[in-house]
């Protein structure tokens, strides 16, 4: 009677956390998927969990920016720019760039130069823009959720949860300009002396057509992250997901609760070797390198145009 008893209290005391092969092979240690209107929970685990959330901080940037600059302004980078990790964009300090360009860089190429850049000159500093996007973050509920950098490079007090970035996700989702700019699949940057295209890192625009646009990210401490939006039958689901191992395989598994036809492995790979390749050339002279002839990608039929999704609060 005394063993038993003794196992019901070790029962008692463990966490409820699925073992990956428990949970459909799901490998990150938290996730959400909710509907984006009523905020309802569809699946999910450990989404109130505290982690560091790498890139996926740049939505949160890109927001806050869209919401103080119209996008003409003149964003001039200062030195500290150059010391700024990769991913980046090369920005050159002193130089002058608009700031929509900077705002495309952020969210597609990731660059952790133009994040920095944006906050410098929205903020101050960084350090004060990070304030400001805390601050923003509470007003949206996201209170579990606090900024030290723009840019999601690792740092000790920078955290966020995969239900905080679902919150997140869908304040920007209704800002026009920013649903403009998680959709692009490409951009051209130009200078004085280049011209660069830079593709989106999110796979999942380029071989599921439901998705609306997400935001990847990662770095060894906190694994792969991601935040993204898609649609079915009017409705949109906001998913978010933070210290994964397989961020795709993990992905289409969690998709698998709403969406009946998912992205293959296959499919996937092409998305990520599809489209041009990236070019570093002149801006006077540009050569573009053509990618190799690849398979049809299936696509998926959507019921709502992505303007709409803006609109409806």
């Not at 990790?85 to 900077?102: E, F, Q, T």
């Not at 999942?204 to 906190?222: H, M, S, W």
């Not at 990618?291 to 049809?296: D, E, F, G, M």
Request: glycine fraction near 6%; aromatic fraction near 8%; charged fraction near 25%.
């Amino acid at each position: 009677m005394r063993l038993v008893l003794c196992l019901l209290l070790c029962l008692s005391l463990t966490p409820s956390i699925l073992p990956a092969a428990e949970n459909g092979g799901i490998t990150a240690a938290s996730y959400i998927l909710v509907e984006k209107d009523t905020f309802r929970v569809i699946t999910g685990k450990d989404y109130h969990r505290r982690l560091p959330p790498a890139s996926t901080t740049k939505v949160m940037t890109t927001l806050i920016a869209i919401e103080r600059l119209g996008g003409d302004e003149i964003v001039v980078p200062d030195k500290q720019v150059v010391k700024i990790p990769r991913s980046k964009m090369n920005l050159v300090p002193g130089n002058k760039y608009r700031s929509a360009d900077l705002m495309k860089g952020t969210m597609v190429e990731s660059a952790n130069d133009a994040a920095y850049a944006l906050a410098a000159h929205v903020g101050g500093s960084e350090s004060t823009f990070a304030r400001m996007m805390t601050e923003r973050a509470r007003d949206l509920g996201a209170i579990d959720t606090n900024f030290e950098n723009a840019s999601g490079l690792p740092s000790d007090n920078q955290y966020s949860t995969p239900y905080d970035l679902a919150l997140i996700f869908r304040q920007a989702l209704a800002n026009e300009r920013f649903l403009e700019l998680v959709s692009t699949k490409y951009f051209l940057f130009e200078d004085s002396a280049r011209k660069i295209q830079y593709k989106n890192h999110n796979r999942l625009l380029f071989c599921f057509e439901p998705a609306i646009g997400g935001k990847t990210g990662y770095t060894r401490a906190a694994r792969h992250c991601y935040v993204g939006a898609f649609e079915k039958n009017g409705k949109v689901y906001i998913l978010a997901m933070l210290g994964s191992r397989n961020l795709w395989g993990d992905s289409v598994q969690i998709l698998k609760t709403v969406y009946d036809d998912v992205p293959t492995d296959e499919q996937l790979r092409l998305a990520r070797s599809s489209a041009t390749t990236v070019t570093f050339c002149s801006a006077k002279t540009v050569k573009t390198k053509q990618s190799a002839p690849r398979k049809k990608v299936t696509r998926h039929k959507t019921s709502k145009s992505k303007k709409k999704i803006a609109q409806k609060r």
